[in-house]
């Protein structure tokens, strides 16, 4: 069998075109061994390329995804998508002519194929079918595919040509094609003879009107000529000729805990989302977006609620159980007592964490002993083990541990605090005495899987996108830290410069990872991550997305966000001062600079205790931190600001800790740890501290050459092509849609980056990206975007609108364009305002937290704004507990407000599914 490829694409000089597939003659998928394709005619970028399969291979389909390579450096470019395929099924032919386009990454539809549309929004339940015609060996077999993913659930797709088996542009007579694979369509047709090249046009038929539409301003060419040899010739086409609307559509954001329902255990569950499901169909809302969802359980208390800090990236939270769906304890007085503890913990304003996960923790273990001997025997848990134990294990072993050790510090954990000599299998050894303390939490687990898989495929069959949430960092403490170490750089610490919001910067203390090393398996672990993901979700949000390009990485001695550093990024070499004509002096720059006069200012009446005893004078008027307190991590743990101590005696111990940790971090350079030559880095906003003020004006200038071209110029070539290493890797892992949490110290490259890859931004109306405006008008919002007015690290907008009467009554002015004074409350017609300018921006997704569309309602909305907010950033032991005030139930019986809210989604045309 002779199979040609054709392929036209004008590349760059010195690229050159590859096909790489799972066959042997193209490499088996190994993009090294890759068939080099032949430029036929330069002119229009034409491609070719021959390869022979023995007659003696039995194939039946193969796959293939063409790639340009770079001869210079090596580089290679797939084109975006799945994998071509070829299905033999049909043909008996020895000679095959293949007609393909590239496929381009950076084309807006490219979006649409995600599964967030084409398995959840533009479905279709029932596939017209065209019955698949038979080769003829004496004629020209051509097979027409198009890529098509946006058409309404009435129309089908069908061709017209110069030709008599094309209809001869008869519209009277399209030719269907088949949409079985869709979004692939397809259609057969056998011609005699072909004289003349075949001119073609695609076309939309109404099924129910029979009204055709034609491609817009183009002709299809087939030139035969080329295929004398070739009796099959396949045309693939990924571009429809057809004026389309922008597609729009609105989603509402709530963590899964905040969900109140009847039926739940203080705390919104999996089975919840459903009620919330059935509400978004009824208001027309498209998307329902989460929090994390993964297990968080260090501590067995509430600081546990953080849902940022999982101990595992795959196992879910206990907490999200409804305990009823397991089924019923035998014990009756056992059960009646579980029934009333739920009754107490349902009628609680907020999420009591900690008796919410005592009550269940215990008929966890209650129910997984009546229930195991034949939980061990399930075929369907079997083969879910199967699947997952590659985490699953690890994640039991790791549970099981942390308590009999009392904390995840798997550091405190004598021969098992590294994962070696089999550990994993010993400890989760079917024949171990301790099993049963194994495999509760494979029962968990099982359980957990099943109760999202039943919600998500229930918001799949209603048509709303289930978007999950993804954080940049893990927890240190976790089971991903502990079986693979070599992973992240647990020396450091992940978190954000200083800005606007934050000051001090931002320490998440989770470890950075080692990119380098994940690189070497091609990113697996993240790869096996977004795929346990897609089980659940069609999208999902990248929390930091900014981190792709650099990290905020800390020392892991340092308690605030400041003395941080970008990680990769190109330092200061110690010649770059000799350049600059800077003296430069390791003690002076790199050294805390404390002298008498900062002493009063800092620390006010307790000056003389801290020079007393945290300082020491080694000349007049000058000191350096006693060694024992020289890093904030010291300090901290030294001062130990405790819920026991008084309020006076906390605020001392407060105002002397910010104190020391404000001299240690003056200083104007940081050494680099990444690289052995002598490197440096400039401090975050350096130009604040003492020790810069005290320098000539003439120095102070050419430091601030250094910080801002190391800042805002030097790395931005880098910090790109970081991302277009990652990025693509961990994104190609899933079909599903990405949206990128791309705020604060944002570089150049990043809009051009996530266009290229169709990741979607996030917008924030009070977080604008332009420094020099206050507030973003959302009429200027890009197309790939998600806008919101608030988040779950921000306040409501009621919230946000009661914190600053000042700051309201500017945006009430410019945003609003109102005349006059601006009312103190924000009253049902202002967020109803703010949400009519979300809905008619340009933007393709808008998603609004629960909490701001029940603001529009005066009899719905909560009586205090301020208890409505989920997390507070700047508070680093906040407790994550708001929960809706209305039960769904409830809310899905408002027919006043849901007709509202439908009415306003549908004017603002973000109802329409196609």
């Known amino acids: 069998m002779q199979i040609k490829f054709q392929l036209k694409y004008k590349t760059k000089f010195r690229e050159v075109i590859k096909i790489s597939g799972n066959i042997s003659e193209l490499g088996n998928n190994d993009a090294d061994f890759a068939v080099e394709m032949f430029p036929v005619n330069g002119e229009i970028g034409e491609w070719d390329c021959y390869i022979n399969i023995p007659e003696s291979t039995?194939?039946?389909s193969f796959s293939y995804k063409y790639i340009i390579e770079d001869l210079d450096t090596g580089n290679?470019?797939?084109?975006?998508?799945?994998?071509?395929?070829?299905?033999?099924?049909?043909?008996?032919?020895?000679?095959?002519?293949?007609?393909?386009s590239w496929r381009s990454y950076y084309e807006p539809h490219n979006v649409f194929y995600y599964s967030a549309f084409s398995k959840v929004l533009f479905q279709r339940t029932s596939k017209r079918k065209v019955p698949a015609k038979k080769n003829n060996e004496d004629a020209y077999n051509i097979v027409f595919n198009l890529a098509n993913i946006r058409i309404n659930k009435n129309h089908s797709v069908a061709i017209l040509g110069n030709i008599k088996e094309l209809s001869n542009w008869d519209k009277s007579k399209p030719i269907l094609l088949n949409e079985n694979k869709y979004p692939q369509w397809s259609c057969q047709i056998t011609v005699k003879t072909i004289k003349h090249p075949i001119i073609y046009r695609y076309c939309i038929v109404d099924t129910k009107t029979k009204e055709i539409i034609t491609e817009e301003n183009v002709d299809r060419i087939l030139e035969t000529n080329k295929s004398q040899k070739s009796n099959i010739i396949i045309r693939s086409d990924e571009a429809f000729s057809f004026q389309q609307k922008y597609w729009k559509g609105t989603g509402v954001a709530i963590p899964v805990f905040s969900l109140r329902s009847k039926k739940g255990h203080g705390v919104g569950e999996f089975l919840d989302l459903k009620l919330l499901v059935d509400w978004a169909k009824r208001t027309g809302i498209k998307l329902i977006q989460i929090l994390p969802i993964n297990d968080t359980v260090a501590t067995h208390t509430w600081v546990d609620s953080y849902p940022y800090a999982a101990i595992s990236v795959f196992a879910l939270h206990p907490i999200y159980l409804n305990l009823n769906a397991i089924g019923n304890l035998s014990t009756k007085i056992t059960q009646e007592i579980i029934e009333e503890q739920k009754a107490i913990l349902s009628q609680k304003e907020k999420v009591d964490y900690e008796a919410?996960?005592?009550?269940?923790?215990?008929?966890?273990?209650?129910?997984?002993?009546e229930q195991k001997n034949d939980f061990y025997k399930d075929e369907n848990f079997l083969k879910f083990f199967k699947e997952n134990k590659h985490w699953l294990e690890p994640y039991a072993a790791f549970s099981y541990l942390r308590d009999l050790f009392g904390t995840p510090d798997f550091n405190q954990w004598g021969r098992f605090s590294k994962v070696e000599n089999n550990i994993i299998e010993e400890l989760t050894s079917s024949s171990a005495s301790h099993y049963d303390d194994i495999a509760v939490h494979y029962f968990i687990q099982y359980h957990l899987h099943n109760q999202l898989l039943e919600a998500a495929e229930y918001a799949r069959k209603n048509k709303v996108v289930l978007k999950g949430d993804i954080p940049i960092g893990i927890f240190k403490h976790s089971v991903d830290?502990?079986?693979?170490?070599?992973?992240?750089?647990?020396?450091?610490?992940?978190?954000?410069?200083?800005?606007?919001?934050?000051?001090?910067?931002?320490?998440?203390?989770?470890?950075?990872?080692?990119w380098e090393e994940m690189a070497k398996d091609n990113y697996l672990w993240w790869q096996n991550r977004m795929k346990k993901m897609a089980d659940y979700f069609d999208a999902f949000r990248i929390d930091h997305i900014l981190g792709f390009f650099r990290i905020w990485e800390i020392p892991e001695n340092q308690v605030q966000g400041l003395m941080g550093y970008f990680n990769p990024s190109i330092p200061i070499y110690r010649n770059e001062f000799d350049e600059k004509g800077i003296d430069f002096d390791f003690y002076r720059f790199c050294t805390p600079f404390i002298r008498d006069y900062m002493l009063p200012e800092i620390f006010g009446n307790h000056a003389e205790y801290v020079k007393n005893n945290f300082l020491v004078e080694y000349e007049y008027g000058k000191f350096y931190i006693k060694p024992e307190y020289d890093d904030q991590k010291k300090v901290e743990a030294f001062i130990g600001i405790s819920e026991a101590d008084s309020s006076e005696d906390r605020q001392k111990k407060q105002q002397i800790m910010n104190g020391l940790y404000k001299l240690l971090s003056e200083v104007i350079f940081l050494k680099y740890p990444h690289l052995d030559q002598e490197t440096y880095i400039p401090r975050h906003s350096l130009y604040k501290t003492y020790s810069f003020r005290e320098l000539g004006h003439n120095v102070q200038q050419k430091i601030m050459e250094l910080y801002n071209h190391y800042y805002f110029h030097r790395n931005e070539e880098y910090w790109k092509q970081q991302a277009y290493i990652k990025l693509p890797a961990i994104k190609d892992a899933t079909d599903m849609l990405i949206c990128g949490e791309d705020l604060g110290m944002i570089p150049k490259s990043v809009p051009q980056v996530m266009n290229d890859l169709n990741i979607l931004s996030l917008e924030i109306q009070r977080m604008p990206k332009d420094e020099k405006i206050e507030f973003e008008h959302p009429n200027n919002y890009p197309y790939m975007s998600v806008a919101t007015p608030s988040s779950h690290d921000t306040s409501t907008i009621r919230g946000w609108w009661e914190e600053d009467p000042s700051r309201s009554q500017r945006f009430y002015n410019q945003i609003l364009g109102k005349q006059g004074g601006s009312p103190f409350y924000c009253e049902p017609w202002l967020v109803k305002d703010i949400i009519i300018q979300h809905i008619y921006s340009p933007s393709m997704w808008v998603v609004f937290p629960l909490q701001d569309l029940l603001g529009i309602d005066e009899?719905?909305?909560?009586?205090?704004?301020?208890?409505?907010?989920i997390n507070i950033p700047a508070n680093p032991r906040h407790y994550w507990r708001y929960r809706m005030h209305i039960?769904?139930?409830?809310?899905?019986?408002?027919?006043?407000f849901n007709d509202e809210l439908k009415k306003l989604f549908t004017e603002s045309g973000r109802v329409n599914s196609y």
């Open 481 to 514: 830290a502990w079986i693979s170490p070599e992973l992240y750089n647990m020396n450091a610490q992940a978190g954000a410069p200083p800005d606007d919001f934050s000051e001090l910067g931002q320490n998440w203390r989770f470890p950075t990872y080692n």
């Open 356 to 369: 919410v996960m005592k009550i269940k923790s215990r008929f966890y273990k209650l129910i997984f002993d």
């Open 859 to 869: 009899n719905l909305r909560h009586w205090n704004a301020q208890d409505e907010r």
């Open 76 to 100: 290679r470019y797939f084109e975006w998508g799945e994998n071509r395929v070829i299905d033999f099924e049909n043909f008996a032919s020895k000679n095959i002519f293949l007609i393909d």
């Open 58 to 60: 039995k194939l039946s």
């Open 887 to 896: 039960p769904l139930e409830d809310l899905l019986k408002q027919d006043l």
